[in-house]
């Protein structure tokens, strides 16, 4: 219902100067009695009066406010668990909605609809097969949907497995929510792969663990076997005893990696006697294994404790091969058939020239450096060798420093709540003097002398022009180490930065014109695969238009062949519909007249949440309806639920709206003053006058 109401912004006896404007200029106009005789003279004047009045009538600005009101009845959300687990009960459910809705909607309330993955669902195409469970989530999507509107009731129907996100139970809404409960709660004789725990990297030769965890119900005095298989394979078998009727049992493989890529693995329990699902019987994991680890060269001058130091931070991450020498102990380097990706000098170049020929041999190879100057270390061979610093000697004079972090550093992802343990560790010893940052180079730490702080570097790095060096230009490394430790129980934050200090020079450039990548690694049946392109130009420029033809295979499948165009718009490439697998693609495109390829892996992941757990769970579904003000039913509690509702349904909802409008704003507002205009000129016309 809509109510209009003229407003003026002027006081009301301005309508009588309106008014007498218009009486004034149609005395003036039509005084002198026309050839049309003085009738006609006063229907013209009346019209140029009116017409007058009502244009000076519109300056005054007059308002028009509009108040709708709308009578919104009460809204009742009917949402359906649409997963796997229900679909033995689909028809079931199609009908009980059905009959539902139309109860509802014949007592006056408005019915909407919403599943696990859509609103406004039409029941006779749902589907059943939703991979996963998740009735927070629906309860909160409803709440997002319907914030502001006069939502009093949700009626959640569902067997109450949930196997992802939170538990509804703790999470309150704004409106009642009831719970019509389906399913089989009488617990069914099972045995199942309930999970298995593995890393999800592991190195060409090497061995690792596969951690099984089996759950059982009612098979008690039975026994089971568990097979490991790969490629078809199987690897090992074990043989367990059911001794009890809840039954949890764990197993470890041990697996050594023979091959290189993403491998799957596959961990399958015989079906035992009397089993109700075999589905949850088998679990696919996926190991990538990798063939080498960086290769990083620690050198000493001469003892040390830094470098026994340096040697544990590098060796506790798995991604890192330590070769580790004192020269002035051995002079002669390890052999090795790969080359190094990072080399550690500690205190090279020296006094004593021990090693120091070996830093330009480095440099020529394009390795990368990381400097860790001492006592015994020499400044000016220092100089000499290295594009990062300059440092200017006052005499052989040492300072005590400690760290202090430079907030503009952005090259490694730090964080500086965590660094301010630095200013409470031991000082390290650096050399006195004039330090000179080169062209380049960023300072990580500057050098604190007591509570001053100074703009000296402490460590630092360059990676330009494809020489990465890094320096630390004090010793006492492994006081640092200790004194974390005394103060925080571990050594975490030292060695959380020389990693990430020890990534970023050791990590490879990709310097490649073309790349086709797949955004994630690891996808799950049923998403969609984005692959992202990119194609540089000599002086690596982003560059658009190129045909670019995709091809996948998963061994298993024929392989498929995709062509698509990069543009600057659309830098994504989309791939659907895909089996679960390891995928491997190949992807080809002509940058500048050569041909150029790329070859990559990614995982589709089997999602066999809704297999884990059969037994439907009506104690949540009471709980949620009780903690939402709202009732617990089953299907036989349907017509006595809906005249419940009808009984305490909440007055309908009034929502008014008002609307202010200058009046001037109206389309027939100017259609009417155009047809007196019009009128007026053609009386006259017709009366013989102008």
């Known amino acids: ?49 009116f017409l007058i009045a009502f244009i000076v009538f519109l300056l005054l600005n007059p308002l028009v406010r509009n108040t709708t009101t709308l009578t919104e009845k009460a809204k009742i959300v ?71 509107q006069h939502l ?60 099984v965890e089996l759950v059982g119900q009612g098979l008690e005095g039975k026994r089971a076997t568990v097979l490991l298989k790969h490629g078809g394979k199987v690897l090992e078998s074990r043989s367990v005893g ?119 041999n480095f440099r ?70 004039d330090y000179q940052i080169r062209t380049g180079a960023e300072a990580i730490l500057y050098q604190q002398v007591g509570s001053v702080p100074t703009t000296k570097p402490l460590l630092l790095v360059r990676m330009a022009d494809g020489n990465k060096t890094g320096v630390l230009t004090g010793e006492g490394l492994w006081a640092w180490r200790q004194e974390e430790f005394l103060l925080t129980g571990q050594q975490e934050v030292v060695d959380k930065l020389f990693k990430k200090l020890v990534q970023l020079l050791s990590v490879k450039e990709d310097k490649r014109k073309f790349r086709v990548y797949p955004v994630k690694n690891e996808y799950l049946e049923g998403e969609t695969v984005d692959f992202r392109t990119e194609v540089y130009n000599q002086v690596y420029e982003s560059v658009y238009g190129n045909d670019i033809k995709l091809e996948l295979a998963d061994g298993q499948h024929s392989p498929k062949s995709y062509n698509y165009r990069v543009s600057k718009e659309m830098p994504k490439y989309q791939i659907s519909a895909l089996d679960n697998g390891v995928y491997r693609f190949k992807a080809s495109a002509n940058i500048d007249g050569a041909n150029e390829e790329v070859t990559g892996q990614f995982i589709i992941k089997k999602q066999d949440l809704e297999q884990g757990s059969t037994t439907a769970d009506f104690g949540l579904l009471r709980e949620v309806a009780q903690n939402n003000g709202g009732t617990f039913l089953e299907k036989e509690g349907i017509a006595s639920f ?9 007055a309908d909802r009034l929502d008014v709206a008002e609307r202010l409008q200058g009046i001037i704003h109206y389309w027939w507002i100017a259609l009417l003053i155009i047809l007196l205009m019009t009128m007026e000129w053609g009386l006259r016309k017709y009366l013989g006058a102008y």
């Open 1 to 49: 219902m809509v109510h209009s109401e003229l407003l003026f912004q002027t006081p009301p006896w301005f309508l009588v100067l309106c008014i007498l404007a218009g009486a004034a200029y149609a005395l003036l106009l039509y005084r002198p009695v026309g050839p049309w005789g003085a009738r006609w003279n006063w229907f013209l004047a009346g019209v140029r009066g």
């Open 78 to 148: 009917l949402a359906i668990d649409n997963s796997a687990s229900m679909a033995p009960y689909a028809q079931e459910v199609r009908a009980l909605a059905k009959s539902l809705s139309s109860q509802l909607e014949e007592k006056d309330f408005d019915v909407s609809w919403q599943s696990l993955n859509e609103n406004n669902v039409n029941l006779d195409s749902l589907q059943f097969d939703f991979p996963e469970t998740d009735l927070s989530t629906l309860l909160a999507t409803v709440k997002r949907q319907y914030e502001g």
């Open 152 to 211: 009093t009731d949700l009626v959640l129907i569902s067997d109450g497995i949930v196997n992802r996100g939170l538990s509804p139970i703790y999470k309150p809404m704004p409106f009642r929510v009831n719970t019509l409960a389906l399913g089989d709660t009488t617990p069914v004789a099972d045995l199942r792969v309930s999970e298995v725990v593995h890393n999800k990297v592991a190195y060409l030769g090497n061995k690792f663990p596969i951690k």
């Open 242 to 360: 059911i001794d009890r009727k809840e039954y949890y049992q764990e197993l470890t493989f041990e697996v050594t990696s023979t091959e290189k890529g993403v491998q799957r693995y596959t961990v399958s329990v015989v079906p035992v006697s009397g089993e109700y699902s075999k589905e949850n019987n088998d679990k696919d994991v996926y190991i990538d294994i990798i063939d080498g680890r960086q290769r990083i060269l620690l050198l000493g001058a001469v003892p040390h404790p830094d470098l026994k130091a340096l040697k544990a931070i590098l060796e506790s991450d798995d991604n890192y091969e330590v070769v580790s020498q004192v020269l002035s102990v051995n002079a002669t380097l390890p052999k090795s058939a790969k080359p190094y990706d990072l080399v550690i000098l500690h205190q090279i170049p020296n006094n004593m020239n021990i090693g120091n020929q070996l830093i330009s």
């Open 364 to 433: 020529e190879t394009n390795t990368p450096l990381l400097f860790v100057l001492g006592n015994q270390s020499s400044t000016s061979a220092f100089n000499t060798l290295n594009q990062a610093l300059q440092i200017v000697e006052n005499g052989n004079q040492k300072d005590l420093v400690r760290g202090k972090y430079n907030t503009s550093f952005h090259l490694l992802n730090l964080d500086e709540k965590e660094l301010d343990v630095l200013g409470k560790l031991p000082p390290l010893s650096v050399p006195f003097g």
């Open 642 to 650: 809906v005249e419940n509702l009808q009984a305490n349904r909440p």
